[in-house]
C-alpha cells in the first residue's frame, strides 16, 4: 500500500462535513420567511405600488387611473411651491444636523466630566426625544405666541421692549423657528451617542497626551475626534434622515403656512395627497424625497466604513 492510498481516507470525513454544512445551509432561508414575509407586504409591496402610481393621475379613491409618464415628476420642478418645498427639506436638514451634532457633543463633553450631577442632567437632556413631536410641537406653538410667548417675553426682559417678532406667521422666520423646535427636540439624542463613542474612549491615550504637554483642545482635536468619528458619522446620517423627513414639527404649527412658505417634502406629500386628491402627485414627491435620502444615506454609510477601515 502507498503512501498516498494510506492518506485518502482521513479525507472523506472532511469531505462529508463540508457537504453536510452545505447541505444545511440550503434550508437557511426557511427561518428568514416568517420575518421576510410581513417586511414585504408592509414595506416592499406598498413601496413598488407607490412607485408605480407615482407614473399615473391617480386620486386614491377612483379605481380608474390613467398613465401619465413623467408628469407628476416635471410638476415637481416646474411648481413653485414644489420648489420651495425642496429648499425648505434641505434647509432643515442643513441646520438641524448642524446645530444638533454641535450642540450635542459640547453637551457630551460637559457631562462626560466628574460633574456631581450629570446623571440627572443627562436625563434632563434626553427627556425631550421620548416625547411625541406632536406635542412637542403644540408646546413651542406656545411658546412662540405673539405678545405672549414666553420666548417673546424672554427676549423683552433683557430691554428690548420693542422686539416683537411673528415667530411662526413670518415668512422670514418660520423656517427657522421650526428648525430650534427640532434642534431642541433631538440634540439629546445625539448626545447619548456621543457619550458611548467618549466612554469608549482609552484614559491612557489621553493621559499620554495629556503628559506630552497637548491642552484640552489638542487632546479633543488630536486625540478624542479621531476616536469619536464613528459616532460622529451615524449622528450626522441619523440627524440628515430626521431632517428630510420632519413633518409632525411643521403640519402641527404652521400646517406649511404662511403663504405654504414652511412646506417640506413630506408635507407636500400627505397636503397633495389627502386635501387635493392628487395620491399619483404625492407619490411622485415621495419618490423624490426617498431618493434624495437613499443618495444621503449610501454616502454617510460610506462615511461610516471607510472611518472604520482607517482606525
Known amino acids: 500500500m502507498t503512501t498516498a492510498e494510506t492518506a485518502a481516507p482521513p479525507a472523506a470525513p472532511s469531505t ?3 457537504n453536510a454544512r452545505r447541505t444545511g445551509s440550503r434550508y437557511l432561508w426557511l427561518f428568514i420567511i416568517p420575518a421576510a414575509l410581513p417586511y414585504v407586504f408592509s414595506v416592499v409591496v406598498p413601496s413598488a405600488q407607490g412607485i408605480f402610481f407615482a407614473f399615473t393621475n391617480w386620486d ?23 420648489l420651495k418645498a425642496i429648499g425648505n427639506t434641505f434647509l432643515y436638514a442643513a441646520i438641524s444636523t448642524v446645530f444638533e451634532n454641535l450642540l450635542g457633543l459640547l453637551i457630551a463633553l460637559a457631562l462626560h466630566s466628574r460633574i456631581k450631577s450629570r446623571n440627572v442632567l443627562r436625563v434632563l437632556f434626553f427627556m425631550p426625544v421620548v416625547l411625541l413631536s406632536v406635542v412637542i ?55 447619548v451617542i456621543y457619550l458611548a463613542g467618549l466612554q469608549g474612549i482609552p484614559q491612557e491615550q489621553l493621559e499620554a497626551a495629556a503628559l506630552d504637554g497637548a491642552g484640552p483642545f489638542k487632546r479633543f482635536w488630536y486625540v478624542v475626534r479621531p476616536l469619536l468619528m464613528p459616532a460622529i458619522t451615524v449622528n450626522i446620517m441619523l440627524s440628515l434622515i430626521r431632517g428630510f423627513m420632519i413633518f409632525d414639527q411643521i403640519w402641527v404649527t404652521t400646517g406649511g403656512g404662511p403663504a405654504d412658505t414652511s412646506h417640506s417634502l413630506s408635507t407636500l406629500v400627505y397636503r397633495t395627497a389627502f386635501q387635493f386628491g392628487e395620491l399619483g402627485r404625492a407619490a411622485a414627491i415621495a419618490v423624490v424625497l426617498a431618493v434624495i435620502v437613499a443618495v444621503l444615506g449610501f454616502f454617510q454609510y460610506r462615511g461610516l466604513l471607510r472611518s472604520k477601515g482607517n482606525q
Open 137 to 191: 410641537a403644540y408646546l413651542w406653538q406656545y411658546l412662540f405666541q405673539v405678545n405672549n410667548g414666553a420666548i417673546t417675553q424672554l427676549i423683552q426682559a433683557f430691554g428690548l421692549n420693542g422686539v416683537n417678532p411673528n415667530w411662526l406667521g413670518d415668512p422670514n422666520l418660520v423656517v427657522y423657528s421650526i428648525c430650534v423646535i427640532v434642534i431642541w427636540q433631538f440634540t439629546g439624542y445625539t448626545m
Open 60 to 82: 386614491g379613491l377612483n379605481p380608474a387611473w390613467k398613465f401619465v409618464g413623467i408628469q407628476n415628476f416635471t410638476r415637481i420642478f416646474e411648481d413653485q411651491i414644489s
Open 16 to 18: 462529508y462535513k463540508r
